[in-house]
């Protein structure tokens, strides 16, 4: 019944609640790694239940097929369940995961660096964000690692013999093995410690000895005890710090936060039981990336980091500047690659040696060639300097030659050969003058000029000297721009380049040629005054001619003959009865609402009205206006824009170029009386609305309760007013208004009789002003100057009249 019980949890141990009804599959073939948290509690869960010890569960998968290794898998994942930890499912490696509890764990703790701190070389390797050396949490335990106290084994008999055992390292060093009895293993590699325990169990298993062996044992690690490390000395961050088993001296000194600005980088001394265990030099890392003595540390291992002998400060042109550190027999050209060498711009040739002597400085100049020579002191100062500009053997040459550019200076080069090198001359090459300008002894510059005639000739030729610059010109380059300009109406006006032969109709051509507006019988050409005619003081400023033309751009024979010169300017102007087709909207009660095109330039409203249908019977007639469009200025454009892009409410994209004014219109005159003088001409744009008929009046300003009233035709201002709560406390009440619906106002006028009120019509706005606020202590500034100004005009009049 025991085997039963044992079975079951084995099924459920290696194929979980789903598949445990199936014995038929092969247990060598779970993934062990892929078991969740909940399936490792339903194997110890069955385990208590069946009172099975962790040796007997084992034993049974061993002898249904497990391995080994899948065996110590799941020995230790049991173990973390049991420790409170989550299990790991990353191991694909023989070798057991060693996962340490995350309690007690130490934890890197900000600090701020010194100034000085920053410029040492090696500070940001334990204090970048970037490159972390903090102890990783799970990881392969190699051959070579140290057993400590507390470190667990797990050792496994199968074959003829099956058993389990489970013995953590004691105080005194060593594991207890039934039978066997102690085995010491404090201190020893892992492979030696398993070689150790093979030999001692060969006496009480027989079946392991001889050539043709029948029990194994397999031998790995199971939970390791952290240790403490103390890091003392020269560090950030001094003190005590828990790791994990398998921390390397880095790891605490990365906690630690590196060596501060006084510590060794050179010198990191690790110390165990008081003797020195090795010595760490991180720049052979920094440099070489080789990790010199950086052994597993142990429980209570002290790492001393002593103070620097030799701190040397690179500046200049090196990769890298800052504080390094050299030790006795380091020279010039160490600390050179320490700095990772010169930067392309670096002056190679000598270094600037600045040394302490205790009481004076001194300074040497280090060449080259004796840089692994001089050896270096505490304190010394090492500068790069930088390239001078300034070439040994360059010339230039620009212009009008093929290949412009600088060229070698050779022995012997002279000016013509320098030509051909930059494969010789354009065609529109400057003959007459170019200029070659030379640096003298004394840097300042010499004009030495040549005609490029007699150069190529051979009756003048020049030897050229370090830094010359010959410049060649082309002719273009040594007159204005030769351009003619088209203004008016063609598609593409402006400014073109002038050719020989360039006639009126070739310039329309380039164009795009007229625009449907153009007069095409009345271009006129103006040109400037020749040389000989500006020479002399007269009146003339222009010549100008006139010609015509058809849309086809053909002239008469004489007409054609005329030869457009430079700078000349063709006008096109635009045809006298063009004018560009201009809309007028009505929108409202009419008939046929939408937009007119304006046939006339005398078209009045009443046209535009009669051509939409006329007025319906419910249009209001007396609330009809005219919405006049405004072309806007550049000026007043650009103003608007400015405003808009200081403003955040507003859109840059929505300021139109227009505005719209309101013209106050009598529509029911002009209907009675068309033609007459309220009759307007209508514009290109315009707007003409006529409102349905309208029943509110709103009351607005400086009253208790703006709101709007039903229009009643025995109302008053007055009456809407005090339906509006009346005037309010600072109302200016001889200034009241009526905004009407046309877009007319009337004001409130005063007479010997008081004040009369503008009548009220249907949908009408009583507008009533408000008084501005007036600061008391400005006021009573003002009456106090009033006083003292009529307090002086007394006294002067009583001295007058004495």
């Excluded at 007028?584 to 009419?590: I, K």
Aim: contains cysteine; proline residues 3%; neutral net charge.
């Amino acid at each position: 019944m025991r085997k039963l019980f044992l079975f079951a949890i084995f099924l459920a141990l290696f194929l979980g609640n789903t598949h445990a009804q199936n014995a038929n599959i092969n247990p060598a073939s779970v993934n062990v790694d892929a078991l969740s948290d909940a399936q490792i509690a339903k194997i110890v869960k069955e385990m208590e239940k069946n009172g099975a010890s962790m040796e007997e569960a084992m034993a049974l998968a061993r002898a249904r097929g497990a391995s080994q290794a899948q065996i110590d898998k799941l020995v230790v994942k049991i173990r973390e369940y049991k420790n409170g930890k989550r299990t790991s499912s990353d191991n694909d490696n023989a070798q057991v995961d060693v996962i340490e509890p995350e309690e007690g764990r130490s934890e890197k703790k900000a600090f701020a660096p010194t100034e000085k701190n920053l410029k040492v070389f090696g500070f940001q390797f334990f204090n970048s964000e970037n490159l972390s050396f903090e102890p990783a949490m799970d990881m392969p335990v190699s051959e070579s690692y140290s057993l400590g106290v507390g470190d667990e084994l797990n050792i496994s008999v199968y074959g003829a013999s099956q058993q389990t055992y489970q013995q953590t390292v004691q105080k005194s060093g060593s594991v207890v093995i039934p039978d066997l009895g102690p085995i010491y293993v404090y201190g020893l590699p892992i492979k030696e410690v398993k070689e150790k325990i093979k030999a001692r169990l060969t006496s009480i298993y027989n079946g392991m000895g001889g050539n043709s062996p029948n029990t194994f044992v397999e031998i790995s690690l199971g939970l390791l005890k952290g240790i403490n490390v103390n890091v003392i000395g020269e560090v950030n961050l001094p003190g005590t710090y828990s790791l994990p088993a398998t921390a390397s001296a880095f790891n605490a000194l990365y906690l630690a936060g590196g060596p501060n600005e006084n510590g060794s980088f050179r010198k990191i001394d690790v110390l165990r039981d008081g003797k020195l265990v090795n010595s760490i030099d991180v720049y052979a890392y920094l440099i070489d990336g080789a990790i010199q003595n950086n052994s597993q540390l142990r429980d209570q291992d002290v790492i001393l980091v002593r103070p620097y002998a030799k701190r040397v400060k690179i500046a200049g042109e090196f990769k890298r500047t800052g504080l390094f550190e050299a030790q006795k027999e380091e020279t010039v050209a160490d600390i050179l690659r320490f700095a990772g060498g010169f930067t392309d711009k670096a002056y190679t040739h000598r270094l600037e040696l600045y040394r302490n002597n205790t009481r004076t400085l001194s300074f040497r100049g280090v060449l080259a060639d004796h840089y692994d020579q001089v050896p270096l002191m505490n304190g010394d100062s090492l500068v790069a300097g930088k390239l001078t500009e300034r070439f040994e053997n360059r010339v230039s040459i620009g212009g009008a030659v093929y290949r412009p550019g600088n060229y070698e200076l050779v022995e012997g080069l002279k000016l013509s050969a320098l030509i051909q090198k930059a494969e010789g001359l354009k065609e529109e090459a400057f003959m007459e003058r170019a200029v070659i300008t030379r640096k003298l002894a004394d840097m300042s510059l010499k004009v030495i000029s040549f005609s490029l005639r007699d150069v190529l000739n051979g009756i003048v030729d020049f030897d050229l000297k370090r830094e010359d610059r010959i410049q060649i010109s082309s002719k273009f380059d040594m007159r204005e721009a030769r351009t003619v300009e088209i203004v008016g109406e063609v598609q593409f006006a402006g400014t073109y380049a002038w050719a020989e032969n360039l006639r009126i109709g070739d310039l329309i051509f380039q164009a795009g040629g007229f625009k449907e507006e153009a007069e095409v019988a009345g271009l006129e050409v103006s040109r400037v005054l020749d040389y000989e005619e500006t020479s002399k003081l007269t009146k003339s400023l222009l010549h100008t001619f006139q010609f015509s033309l058809d849309r086809n751009l053909k002239l008469s024979a004489e007409d054609e003959a005329f030869v457009l010169k430079p700078f000349d300017k063709v006008y096109v102007r635009r045809a006298p009865g063009f004018r560009p087709q201009g809309v007028a909207n009505v929108q409202g009660e009419v008939k046929y609402s939408g937009d007119y095109g304006i046939t006339r330039k005398d078209e009045k409203i009443s046209d535009v009205i009669k051509r939409a249908g006329g007025i319906t019977p419910e249009a209001y007639v007396k609330g009809a206006s005219l919405r006049r469009r405004i072309e806007l200025s550049e000026a007043e454009y650009q103003a608007k824009m400015a405003i808009a892009a200081q403003d955040t409410t507003m859109v840059g994209e929505d300021i139109e170029k227009v505005s719209y004014q309101i013209v106050g219109i009598d529509l029911a005159e002009v209907m009675k009386r068309p033609g007459g003088v309220e009759d307007l001409q209508v514009k290109a744009g315009d707007q003409i609305l006529i409102p349905s008929k309208l029943e509110t009046v709103m009351v607005s300003g400086s009253v208790l309760s703006p709101v709007a009233h039903t229009f009643t035709a025995k109302k008053k201002l007055k009456d809407y007013i005090y339906g509006s709560g009346g005037f309010a406390q600072r109302a200016k009440k001889g200034k009241v208004y009526v905004l009407y619906a046309n877009g007319t106002t009337e004001a409130t006028k005063c007479g010997l009789f008081g004040r009369r009120f503008p009548k009220v019509e249907p949908g009408c706005e009583i507008i009533v002003p408000e008084k501005p606020e007036v600061d008391k202590a400005t006021q009573a500034s003002k009456w106090l100057a009033i006083a003292s100004t009529f307090a002086t005009l007394i006294t002067a009049i009583a001295v007058a009249t004495r």
